[in-house]
Each structure stands twice: as C-alpha cells, then as structure tokens.
C-alpha cells in the first residue's frame, strides 16, 4: 500500500511541479526573478522527492518521509538551493532552447555511468545491510554525492532555479 500511496502524491505533485514551472518560465522571462512562493514549492518537491528515494530505492535511511516538502532538521538526506534575487532571461532562453546540447548531454552522460555504478552498488548495500544491520557510510556518501550532483543539474537547467552552471561533482 506504501507504494501505491506515494506513487499517487509523487503523480500529483509531478504535474502540479509542471504547470508551477511553465508559469514561472513566463515569470523569469518577463521580470528576470522566480516568484518566491513557486521557488519555495518547486524545492519542496525536491525535498520530498528526495526523501523517498532515500527512504524506498536507496535504503538510505529506516526514517518514513513525511508527505511534506518542509525542511526536517537531522534527517539524514537533506536538499537545499538558495533563492536568487534575479535571474538572467537570457540563460533562461539558451537553457530552454540549447540546455541539451551545453547542460543537459554532459552532465547526463556522466550521470549515466554514475547511476549505472549506483546499481550495481545497491544491490551490494542490500546485502551488507542483511547481514550487518547498517549502511556502509562511504558507500552512503557515494549515494549522497549522486543525489547532490542530479539534483544540482536539474536545479540549473530544468527547475531554473539558479544561473550558475552545476559542477562535474558530487560534492
């Protein structure tokens, strides 16, 4: 029941992300800044989403995600971006138009192998997690580094909640 319940939020919550985006799209383009109610929603979603993963896929955390894009203090995976003041209607419209080609393609085939690695990881941690009763903590930074990295891209160049272009890093 736990996966059909939060299959159906994340579904909502997807679609409501995509129509908040399109009119925030329209908003950089015409006042160069991200109205602070939808940035604060966006990275809700964020959070949430990132939560469950943690929680359901990566076997991160025993900590049941509320169905809330609030920031919990001490949770174990936490995402975070600051609001910016302005944002540039040009970067907005070569991210739009171009973002594959100078974003999108490098960082997602790096990703692509890193996700890939993630797998055969995961299957590793279930394992260990069986028979020791804990996550290995440098394979947990590894998963943590993945998020921050995915996280910070899609921040950039699909969510346009920042101008600066993410690093090649998942620190």
Known sequence: MLEFRTCSVFLFYELAVFFVLIYVWFAILFTAKYPPGAFEFVKGFFRWVMRVSAYWMMLMTDVYPPFS???????????????????????????TFLGQIYAG????????????????????????????GKYPENVFEFMKGFYRWYLRVLAYWTFMMTDVYPPFSNK
Do not use: N, Q
Request: proline content about 5%; aromatic content about 22%; charged content about 15%.
């Open 69 to 95: 894009g609030a920031k919990i203090e001490g949770h174990p995976v936490e995402f975070d971006v600051e609001y910016p003041e302005t944002l540039s209607r040009g970067w907005l419209l070569l991210k």
């Open 105 to 132: 393609i490098p960082h997602m085939f790096c990703l692509m192998f890193y996700a890939l690695g993630m797998y055969f990881v995961s299957i590793y941690v279930w394992f260990y997690i069986l028979i020791k």
